[in-house]
């Protein structure tokens, strides 16, 4: 965490944060424009923002997209804002809310878990794992690309379904994302990517909601969405034990 605490001390590097909390997926060129900074110095803020997994870069074509991953802010606040009620706590719990407003077309999340390949995998695809965290849902599917997959309800109520687009064992699965529990978002259609990268004792997991289609669905999943249930999901894999149910 004191790679965060760094990357957040700098002025200059939350201003970079709040171009991308405004318009997420920018170019190293765009992100230098308008800004009272060299293209250098943009450059070294960027790269100091992503080694404390505040921006994640993607390729599109040509283009490299920095994107604004909360995930970090969403794990120090877990940890501190709930033991400390100083000042410092309030600057925090601003900072997550405005992080976890309504987010761009493509959210991109990214965080390491002290986990082996095959266990991560099945905490995302085994529905006895997956109520645990994930709002108690339980998860349904075969896993072959293709399949359909869908989430229930502990009152066996049908959430959330889809199809199964890709599925590589342990290492990536893509799916579509349909939400059913809210009339408003039934209309639309989203797809997930989880992407699982073993890096020593760790994993790293990136979970790609495309949501270009989805303009209301990604309005709705990025508060305390997917934020909340990645940080259980580490919790569960890390301690045994889940994040408490929020209220």
Not at 36 to 57: C, I, P, Q, S, Y
Request: glycine share 6%; aromatic share 8%; charged share 30%.
């Amino acid at each position: 965490m004191d790679d965060v605490f760094k990357a957040l001390a700098d002025p200059n590097r939350r201003r970079l944060l709040d171009r991308l909390f405004k318009r997420d997926g920018q170019t190293l060129g765009e992100m230098c424009a308008r800004v009272d900074m060299t293209r250098f110095g943009v450059m070294k803020h960027l790269r100091v923002l992503e080694e404390a997994g505040l921006v994640v870069t993607r390729r599109q074509g040509r283009e490299k997209l920095h994107y604004l991953n909360p995930m970090p802010i969403r794990l120090v606040h877990d940890r501190w804002v709930s033991k400390y009620r100083a000042p410092f706590a309030a600057a925090l719990s601003d900072l997550k809310s405005r992080l976890e407003h309504d987010m761009a077309e493509t959210q991109v999340y990214e965080l390491f878990i002290r986990t082996t390949p095959e266990k991560l995998w099945q905490a995302l695809t085994d529905g006895q794992v997956t109520k645990k965290y994930f709002f108690a849902e339980e998860i349904h599917s075969d896993w072959k690309r293709g399949s359909e997959w869908y989430s229930t309800s502990p009152e066996g109520r049908r959430d959330v379904d889809g199809k199964v687009l890709e599925c590589d064992p342990p290492r990536r699965l893509v799916m579509t994302w349909h939400v059913l529990y809210d009339p408003a978002l039934s209309n639309e259609v989203s797809k997930v990517t989880y992407l699982i990268e073993k890096r020593g004792e760790m994993c790293k997991l990136s979970v790609t909601h495309d949501l270009a289609d989805a303009p209301k669905t990604a309005g709705h999943v990025s508060k305390d969405g997917w934020q909340w249930v990645l940080s259980s999901l580490k919790s569960l894999l890390e301690t045994g034990q889940p994040l408490p149910m929020q209220q």
